[in-house]
């Protein structure tokens, strides 16, 4: 009601107004009304600014000049005058807080802004800005009157309000903080209002952090400085108005510094600049993100905090002493009615047990009791937090959730947290903590529904995407005969799907991408360029640990004969000679130019797997079947030596001794036998490449065969003399000598 005479003002006032209810709409989250408030300000004032893109350096050692984010602005042609202690002040400095300088050994203060005879990065965004901004320096802007930089102020807030709190809604916001910081502003509020914002922004870098803590800092003190008064517990007030005897945590302001009531309060209402006691928890949150918990701790306690005076002494290892700052507030030691009484006891002057509840209770005796019930663990204290909040505190069911579910009673950690979500249904973790008691429950279709909607808060949680794939193949699995194959079939597909979107964001998670290379052979129609995807992203995190184990032997396996399938399919319904095929493989390196899945698993086997092979028999003999495919006899046989010769390198195959040996002896008599199947096809063949070009491969390849069996024989003729195996080898070995 008291905005719907605006029109009745003048083009001042009414600005003043706008921007004000524009303050009023940011608060209470309607952002569309507030820009378009800010907008009408912006128009009435003729104020011209723009969020544009200029050439500058950000560090001290960058060479190559990058496009930066400034705003330029420009206020309208009106007498700008710094005022300070209520006098215009010409040709001298701007009174303000002081201004923290960054001190880093890399950023700039400020970033170094090209002169370059083309102000803008893009010719389209010259033509897109407004005449009178075309030719601003970025380094050396005019001074803005206050209710411009207010709007430029209010224009950040209205932008992070809207947007989601990472580092490109940062990025976005601080540019028009730094406008009205570097090109100065003449009211003294507005210019510790910019300070405030561009110190929130830093707290989130490890390069600026340092210098917005201590920003916020200085803010305060002299907040605190020039709104207390030492004396006025005696009734009496200083003469200068000026204090003397408070402590601040940096050196006090300069007599030059600070500035009247009448100059903070002039824009109070447009700033909505935060009250002392606010600006102060905020500066007390900042150092327990820090690490600065006992400086936190004396803010909280002065400004009466009390559960954060419980959490500040219980992070420094002082449950008890949290626990009784927590029972003052909720229980005294005789039956009493007084919320006041015995809140300023001293430490060490306890004067019985806490066990009658205060009455009435304090406002945030919900928060209180589930900090008690932390420290006590105590479901009761959660419990009686739920029923003083009239069912409405979702933190006392979260908490009684993680409560039953360290004590193993799943069923009621899964109540507990439903009726969390009942009052909270955009708690992204209290979610994921429903879906993982329904995983252990074993109820796959109430699992997948609630990491459903964890993924539809916060869709770049691979942790969410992962399990919510583990519920629909368990849900597929757990499907009865009823069910069709296409129906089960969709929801492995889906699982894949989830699986694929974690692997995509957790990328260094070896178990998210040996699930996906699990799920992918389930498919009736495998993808086989994700399994060869999964399966060398596995190679890259695992190898440096597990070697040759961390390949799936069997898949690869799959995937080769699928290449060699697809490979002979073709050249049989195209009709094209194998020689051709040939000549079309060969390269200059030997490795000829494949296109598509063939090549991926060629690069696979030859380039991630052979290097790790040391003791797998059935990984050389995969790389020997990718070598014949290939038409390299010559690697061909390298691949069957060696295979043979990890074979026979095992321990105990020619004892008889162990369980196992009938096992190893089996294998090894295979390997040999499949050696000299390979010198008998592939010794007179042709090399394919390399030294010896058209040389047998292997001239001596009958005396390596039957050397190859005599020795084998020979080792396990004490064990496995007259076995089966030993018998085929021999008459192997006979052939041999018959040829």
Not at 132 to 158: E, G, M, R, Y
Not at 220 to 239: F, L, P
Not at 530 to 548: K, T
Not at 626 to 643: G, N
Request: net charge negative.
């Amino acid at each position: 009601m008291i905005y719907n005479d605006l029109g009745l003002l003048n083009a001042d006032t009414s600005a003043d107004l706008l921007i004000e209810r524009a303050s009023v709409h940011t608060l209470h989250g309607f952002d569309a009304q507030a820009r378009d408030d800010l907008s009408n300000a912006t128009k009435q004032r003729h104020f011209e600014y723009a969020l544009t893109g200029r050439l500058g350096k950000r560090t001290k050692f960058q060479e190559k000049q990058l496009s930066q984010l400034v705003v330029l602005a420009k206020s309208a042609d009106k007498d700008v005058s710094p005022t300070f202690n209520g006098s215009s002040v010409q040709d001298t400095p701007i009174p303000g807080p002081k201004k923290l300088d960054l001190g880093d050994d890399t950023l700039l203060e400020n970033i170094f802004f090209a002169d370059t005879g083309d102000p803008t990065v893009d010719p389209s965004l010259k033509d897109a800005l407004p005449e009178s901004l075309k030719h601003l320096k970025p380094s050396n802007q005019p001074l803005l009157q206050p209710l411009d930089s207010i709007i430029l102020l209010a224009t950040a807030s209205a932008i992070t309000n809207t947007s989601p709190q990472d580092g490109i809604t940062r990025e976005e916001t601080l540019p028009y903080a730094e406008r009205v910081i570097t090109g100065g502003s003449s009211n003294w509020q507005v210019y510790t209002q910019a300070l405030l914002v561009r110190s929130r922004i830093e707290g989130y870098k490890s390069r600026t952090v340092e210098r917005g803590a201590l920003q916020l800092q200085a803010l305060v003190d002299q907040v605190i400085a020039e709104t207390t008064s030492t004396n006025a517990s005696n009734g009496a007030t200083s003469t200068n108005g000026a204090i003397d005897d408070i402590s601040t945590f940096l050196p006090k302001a300069r007599d030059t510094e600070p500035a009247p009531a009448s100059e903070r309060l002039q824009y109070i209402h447009q700033l909505a600049s935060p009250p002392r006691w606010k600006l102060e928890a905020e500066l007390a949150d900042r150092w327990v993100s820090l690490g600065g918990l006992r400086t936190a701790l004396e803010i909280y306690e002065r400004l009466q905090m009390w559960p954060e005076v419980a959490l500040c002494w219980a992070a420094n290892d002082r449950e008890d002493k949290a626990r009784k700052i927590i029972r003052r507030q909720l229980f005294s030691p005789v039956p009493i009615t007084s919320t006041i009484k015995l809140l300023d006891d001293g430490d060490d002057t306890d004067v019985g047990e806490y066990k009658f509840e205060r009455s009435p209770l304090p406002a945030d005796a919900p928060r209180l009791f589930c900090i008690l019930g932390d420290l006590e663990k105590s479901p009761s204290a959660y419990e009686r937090a739920w029923e003083l909040s009239n069912h409405r505190f979702a933190r006392a069911q979260r908490s009684l959730g993680r409560y039953y579910l360290a004590s193993d009673d799943l069923l009621l950690a899964e109540e507990a947290y439903a009726k969390s979500l009942k009052v909270n249904p955009q708690n992204h973790a209290t979610w994921f903590s429903l879906g993982c008691v329904r995983l252990q429950l074993e109820a796959w279709s109430a699992a997948a529904g609630a990491f459903s909607r964890t993924v539809q808060i916060d869709d770049t949680d691979a942790e969410s995407w992962s399990n919510l794939a583990v519920s629909l193949l368990k849900l597929s699995n757990s499907m009865g005969s009823e069910v069709t194959h296409e129906e089960r079939q969709k929801r492995i597909r889906d699982s894949f799907v989830a699986l694929k979107r974690a692997a995509t964001l957790k990328r260094e998670s070896f178990r998210i991408w040996q699930n996906l290379l699990s799920v992918s052979v389930k498919l009736d129609q495998p993808p086989y360029t994700d399994i060869v995807v999964a399966q060398s992203r596995l190679i890259d995190i695992l190898s440096h640990i597990e070697g040759e184990k961390c390949v799936d032997i069997p898949i690869v396996e799959a995937l080769l004969a699928n290449v060699i399938s697809k490979s002979q399919d073709m050249t049989t319904s195209l009709g094209v000679p194998n020689n051709a095929i040939e000549s079309n493989r060969k390269t200059k390196d030997g490795y000829g130019s494949m296109l598509g899945l063939e090549k991926m698993v060629t690069d696979l086997v030859q380039k991630k797997i052979a290097p790790l092979i040391t003791s797998s028999r059935r990984l050389w003999l995969l790389t020997a079947k990718l070598s014949l495919h290939q038409r390299r006899p010559q690697a061909t046989l390298t691949a069957y030596e060696k295979a043979w010769r990890s074979q026979l390198n095992k321990p105990g195959w020619d004892t008889g001794l162990e369980a196992e040996s009938k096992v190893l002896w089996q294998e090894v008599a295979d390997a040999t036998i499949d050696l000299v199947d390979a010198y008998e096809s592939l010794g007179e063949k042709n090399r394919e490449a390399g030294m010896g070009e058209g040389e047998m491969v292997a001239k001596d390849w009958k005396f390596k065969a039957r050397s190859a069996a005599r020795s084998v024989l020979s080792r396990a003729k004490v064990a496995w003399e007259g076995d089966d195996i030993y018998e085929r080898l021999n008459a192997r070995l006979q052939d041999l000598k018959a040829g």
